[in-house]
């Protein structure tokens, strides 16, 4: 079964001691709630910001606990998939892509203080093929591949050579056809044992990107520890530190993509919950709705 939605938070209530910490959840249209987390540095902006795809068997509560060390200065938006976590709905390859171009546009359009020039997509292993779909279609700045592959129809053609897995399989994650089309900065980060992704799939995806300025294997990492690594996490941080905070941000039109009328109809609401903060006990306030036919939520800040 390709996907393993894992409803069980890694952490029940988790917080960034560098950020200021909201759960968020988006109503899109078809009526799907996504839950996850919103973090906004505690610096006055415009913000760097940063976009995390989980894996398929991963809740990603846990980026929030771990987001100063990665993301330190920077917005960073966590949903979990359609499925995992507080998610509702069921995941699909369409699915997730569509919903991963929606939550880059509502971030751009939301007039959270954030540089359009240098927003960050981050993708591990099934979202790493998220991660790359999004940034062909999006204006990405930098882009973090952990445990890529080249498509997953392709690796489960191999592991069952007699069986005709291109009239059955759905889901296929076809990275190769659009990684040609990503010209952004690419950190590729490899597990040094993976038993998932085998490395020839992963040579195979990183001789298409144009422009992969790093290919690191973490050392003494598998596919399902890697990114909990400190060598994992000091890779993302002095990239995003060297593209993001060292070179011109992007030249970027604020919803050029995606017209205010279209993200209208693709979000239908925003809920904002209040501040986590370690300290936090007690009963959570309700959360604080947006919305989103209102155009002043949605209409970029200058």
């Known amino acids: 079964m390709l996907f393993n939605p894992i409803r069980r938070k890694e952490i029940e209530r988790p917080s960034s001691r560098g950020h200021r910490t909201r759960p968020v959840v988006l109503r899109c249209r078809d009526g799907t709630r996504l839950s996850g987390w919103l973090l906004t540095p505690k610096t006055p902006g415009p913000h760097a910001a940063a976009i995390y795809f989980g894996g398929r068997s991963e809740e990603v509560s846990?980026?929030?606990?771990?987001?100063q060390r990665m993301f330190p200065g920077m917005l960073v938006l966590a949903i979990n998939y359609r499925g995992y976590g507080d998610s509702h709905g069921s995941p699909g390859e369409r699915q997730m892509i569509d919903d991963g171009k929606v939550l880059y546009d509502w971030l751009l359009a939301s007039g959270r203080h954030i540089d359009p020039g240098r927003i960050a997509i981050v993708g591990r292993?099934?979202?790493?093929?998220?991660?790359?779909?999004v940034a062909a279609r999006r204006p990405v700045a930098a882009l973090v591949?952990?445990?890529?592959?080249?498509?997953?129809?392709?690796?489960?053609?191999?592991?069952?050579?007699?069986?005709?897995?291109?009239?059955?399989?759905?889901?296929?994650?076809?990275s190769i056809k659009v990684a040609p089309k990503v010209t952004t900065p690419v950190l590729v980060l490899r597990a040094?044992?993976?038993?998932?992704?085998?490395q020839v799939h992963t040579d195979i995806l990183v001789a298409e990107l144009?422009?992969?300025v790093s290919d690191e294997v973490v050392p003494e990492s598998n596919h399902l520890n890697i990114p909990y690594l400190d060598e994992t996490q000091e890779h993302i941080l002095k990239f995003m530190q060297g593209q993001l905070f060292h070179?011109?941000?992007?030249?970027?039109?604020?919803?050029?993509?995606m017209p205010e009328e279209r993200l209208l109809k693709e979000?239908?609401?925003?809920?904002?919950?209040?501040?986590?903060n370690e300290s936090d006990v007690g009963e959570e306030a309700e959360p604080e709705a947006w919305p989103a036919q209102q155009e002043s939520n949605l209409r970029p800040t200058a």
């Open 210 to 212: 144009p422009n992969v």
């Open 267 to 276: 979000i239908a609401e925003v809920q904002l919950g209040p501040e986590v």
């Open 125 to 133: 292993s099934l979202g790493s093929s998220v991660a790359l779909q």
């Open 145 to 174: 591949l952990i445990t890529p592959f080249d498509s997953v129809l392709a690796m489960v053609k191999k592991r069952l050579p007699s069986v005709p897995v291109s009239l059955v399989l759905r889901h296929r994650f076809e």
């Open 247 to 257: 070179r011109p941000a992007l030249t970027v039109a604020p919803l050029r993509h």
């Open 62 to 67: 846990w980026t929030v606990r771990d987001a």
């Open 192 to 198: 040094e044992s993976d038993d998932i992704v085998p």
